[in-house]
């Protein structure tokens, strides 16, 4: 398969990007009979002879006008007089702003090591917002009017070889395949769209966030109504339902976390164990409840609940209500991370909440909250929810934790290292400058946290299949600046190496089929709706990586020997992942791969 070849929306053979971009030529213009290519006259600098006469004349000549496709020999060659159009194609002299009508192309630079995320997000942003620095290897020229990308889960290099009939839609349409660094580390793969999606502040952008989070008192933390609505949580009008408690009396205006842990009833979940931990990390509250319903599911790895623990528990729901209501105050702020979950299974409305999830959800980094663990890793130093195989999560631990960081945000915001990784939504970007974008893909939380705020730039239509994706974007790719479509049923396979050649052949087909579309037809060749950029990804199947990593996850131990190796092999295949590239990529015959 032949790689690091560049691509210029051909299949001709890429420039050598090693040198400098060539000038723009001045002298090849073909206006009418203005220049003859080659010719003495026209562009040999004048004798020594001629000299002294000319001398004086120079600066005069190169004013004089162009007449009946005629040009002086001092005028540079196609050059005009501004103001007066050429005769023939009517083009003037190309001047420092002649690049954006420059034919747009995209080239690959070859330099050691794979393409990755980070190039193909500066890659997109400079073709779409023109102020954005050029990427470190993919370069865009011209002017680009619609930016396209396509992932193929479960496409790979020597599955492309082996099934090359099924993808010639593609090949065809392009010089090569780059190799392409899916990211990730030494025993994890992220999704491409997670590191894609999101945007790393600018120095600037990241103080003002730190600023923002910067609060004189903890109540100024506390969630707004519209927070209490957008977040889920228990709203008053729940207060009259059957079952359902407010706080009451007031007693004096501090903070208390609180953490839950809950069991899977034949009634849904249900409350197992509630905690309350004060400002001073003081264990106030911490007792075991029975549920109502019969239990099904303990949830031991998460809840950290088992039948032993409940054995001999009388204490119910109502008790823990009350008992509440006599700790707390109704002029009480509460504390704890996705606290609406929490107040759900209490049954407790109240409305003076502090979420670490909202708090700290500016600092997003490709999903929409980030999980109390990784604020305690990250802000804290901490690593909380560590206990051996089986043990599950500790309510006192994470309330705890929840106060810590709390704590943290009043004091130091500075000092959390998620405000200094934090993330601007990619979609962002763009809709800030009016562009359009459609998300064809699963609701993923890095989907979802490019729609807040986005004043319906952004559309994100629910895509359960891949048919759906298809049918959306043949429907709508042409209305958009940006289109991200993904491809998932090819990589859902258990055993990637043995996929059948069924979906192969369907999903190349629909690949062709979205390609097809984009392609310049007729009048609109070289039109403004034709400069489209296409990035078509593969992304090997995660499947295998998936189900082993999860295996060592949820056993809590060191896995054995073969399995660990298996793992790690996972990881080095899952990575490899393909990139192919061009500007208006048309059906040609190619010389990639196996024809």
Request: charged share 25%; glycine share 8%; with cysteine.
């Amino acid at each position: 398969m032949e790689v690091d070849a560049v691509v210029d929306g051909s299949a001709e053979a890429a420039p050598d990007t090693s040198r400098k971009r060539p000038a723009v030529d001045e002298t090849d213009e073909t206006d009418g009979d203005a220049t003859v290519q080659g010719s003495q006259d026209a562009r040999a600098p004048p004798s020594a002879a001629d000299a002294p006469a000319n001398r004086g004349k120079k600066k005069r000549s190169r004013k004089k006008r162009r007449i009946d496709g005629q040009q002086d020999v001092g005028t540079p060659p196609g050059g005009r007089t501004p103001g007066v159009k050429s005769p023939g194609s009517g083009r003037g002299k190309k001047g420092k702003h002649e690049k954006k009508h420059r034919p747009a192309t995209v080239e690959i630079e070859k330099r050691d090591g794979d393409l990755k995320v980070k190039m193909l997000q500066d890659a997109i942003l400079k073709a779409l917002l023109s102020t954005f620095p050029q990427s470190s290897r993919i370069k865009i020229w011209g002017r680009i009017n619609r930016v396209v990308v396509i992932q193929v889960d479960g496409l790979t290099a020597p599955l492309l070889i082996k099934h090359s009939a099924h993808w010639r839609g593609l090949t065809g349409r392009f010089a090569a395949a780059h190799p392409f660094q899916i990211p990730g580390n030494t025993g994890y793969v992220y999704d491409v769209g997670q590191n894609l999606f999101m945007r790393p502040l600018t120095e600037t952008a990241r103080k003002k966030l730190i600023r923002e989070a910067t609060k004189q008192h903890f109540t100024k933390m506390v969630l707004t109504e519209e927070q209490l609505v957008e977040n889920g949580y228990p709203l008053a009008s729940q207060a009259e339902e059957a079952g359902w408690v407010t706080l009451t009396e007031p007693r004096g205006e501090r903070m208390f976390a609180v953490d839950c842990e809950m069991v899977l009833t034949e009634h849904g979940q249900e409350l197992a164990r509630c905690s309350v931990v004060d400002d001073t990390y003081t264990t106030l509250y911490d007792k075991m409840v029975l549920p109502e319903s019969p239990i099904v599911d303990y949830v031991t790895k998460y809840s950290g609940i088992t039948p032993e623990l409940l054995e001999g528990v009388t204490t119910r729901l109502s008790d823990v209500q009350r008992e509440l209501q006599e700790l707390l105050g109704s002029d009480a702020v509460l504390v704890g991370h996705s606290l609406e979950n929490d107040l759900r299974v209490l049954k407790l409305v109240h409305p003076w909440v502090i979420d670490t999830a909202v708090a700290f959800g500016g600092a997003r980094t490709g999903s929409m909250k980030h999980g109390l663990k990784h604020l305690a890793q990250r802000c804290l130093g901490k690593d909380i929810q560590a206990s051996t195989a089986g043990g599950g999560h500790n309510s006192v631990e994470d309330a705890r934790t929840a106060m810590e960081l709390v704590h943290k945000l009043l004091k130091d915001p500075a000092g959390c290292r998620v405000f200094q990784e934090a993330s601007d939504p990619l979609c962002a970007l763009l809709f800030e400058a009016r562009l359009k974008s459609l998300l064809l893909d699963s609701p993923r939380p890095y989907i979802r946290s490019q729609l807040p705020g986005n004043n319906g730039l952004v559309t994100a239509p629910q895509c359960p299949t891949d048919a759906d994706v298809v049918s959306h974007f043949t429907s709508h790719a042409h209305e958009h600046d940006f289109v991200w479509a993904r491809l998932t049923e090819l990589g859902e396979s258990a055993d990637p190496a043995a996929v059948d050649e069924t979906a192969v052949a369907a999903t190349g087909s629909r690949v062709t089929a979205m390609l097809s579309m984009l392609a310049p037809r007729g009048t609109d060749s070289g039109g403004p709706l034709s400069n489209t950029l296409v990035f078509v990804i593969g992304a090997p199947s995660l499947t295998k990586w998936r189900a082993l990593y999860l295996e060592k996850k949820q056993s809590g131990q060191k896995l054995p020997e073969d399995k660990l190796k298996a793992l790690q092999e996972s990881v080095v295949a899952s990575r490899q992942g393909l990139l192919f590239t061009g500007v208006n990529p048309v059906a040609v015959a190619s010389a990639f791969g196996p024809r």
